[in-house]
């Protein structure tokens, strides 16, 4: 069974989702580790209710950002991962990390990536005017969101939305991207080569509700 680590900030709510996948079939593999930089991620929780390993790595104790990572890839490594996955986890972390888990580490953004990386994306779509918004699964690098892509999932802009509310209609459509995406890179569809993602000739096929993939080989 393929092993998959998450790490998380905050909810967890895409983490949640990722270990419903695999306990419904979804995904073919098992959430061995849920590993947070705060305490107060409320992620744990639901975790440990799931008999999930946990574990607290705080950012704020060490003296630089160098240490805490060689810290978290230790952390990391102990659980023998095949993958990792950052959900919500609000860290950058350094070249020597990214690049121990160079393709086999994926993120989930918030944005149409390449269109807004970084923190605040709801609010520059809203800026911006833009009629579309939505989220990006991608293989992680040492240049911050700007990993080949996975998929995306678009979401429409509403004349109404406020940061809020566009902001929970994008993180509903998160949960399915990262799921499928995930599976993707699990079966090995979805494949880091050269710095970009190809998909396989038995590429699985997303459900038409907006997603788009990486390139086919």
């Given at each position: 069974m393929t092993r998959i680590v998450v790490l998380i900030s905050g909810r967890g709510s895409n983490m949640r989702a990722i270990v419903e996948a695999c306990q419904n079939g979804i995904i073919?593999?098992?959430?061995?580790a849920v590993i947070s930089n705060t305490i107060k991620a409320v992620g744990l929780d639901y975790a440990q209710s799931?008999?999930?390993?946990?574990?607290?790595?705080?950012h704020t104790q060490f003296s630089d950002r160098n240490e805490f990572d060689t810290q978290l890839l230790t952390l990391v490594d102990s659980y023998q991962p095949d993958?990792?996955?950052?959900?919500?986890?609000?860290?950058?972390?350094n070249a020597d990390f990214v690049n121990h888990f160079l393709g086999r580490m994926v993120n989930i953004h918030p944005s149409?990536?390449?269109?807004?990386?970084?923190?605040?994306?709801?609010?520059?779509?809203?800026?911006?005017?833009?009629?579309?918004?939505?989220?990006?699964?991608?293989?992680?690098t040492p240049e911050l969101d700007a990993g080949p892509t996975i998929a995306q999932t678009r979401v429409p802009v509403l004349p109404t939305d406020t940061e809020q509310t566009l902001a929970n209609r994008v993180l509903q459509a998160e949960?399915?991207?990262?799921?499928?995406?995930?599976?993707?890179?699990?079966?090995?569809?979805?494949?880091?080569?050269?710095?970009?993602?190809?998909?396989?000739?038995?590429?699985?096929?997303?459900?038409?509700?907006?997603?788009?993939?990486?390139?086919?080989?």
């Open positions: 073919d593999g098992s959430v061995v799931q008999n999930i390993d946990t574990a607290v790595l705080d993958w990792l996955v950052l959900a919500g986890f609000m860290r950058v972390l149409l990536l390449p269109l807004y990386p970084g923190l605040n994306t709801h609010k520059k779509a809203l800026a911006a005017g833009d009629t579309e918004h939505g989220a990006t699964a991608h293989f992680v949960h399915e991207l990262i799921t499928q995406a995930l599976q993707l890179c699990v079966s090995g569809v979805a494949r880091y080569t050269n710095g970009k993602c190809t998909l396989g000739n038995n590429m699985t096929k997303i459900p038409a509700t907006g997603h788009q993939q990486g390139e086919p080989s």
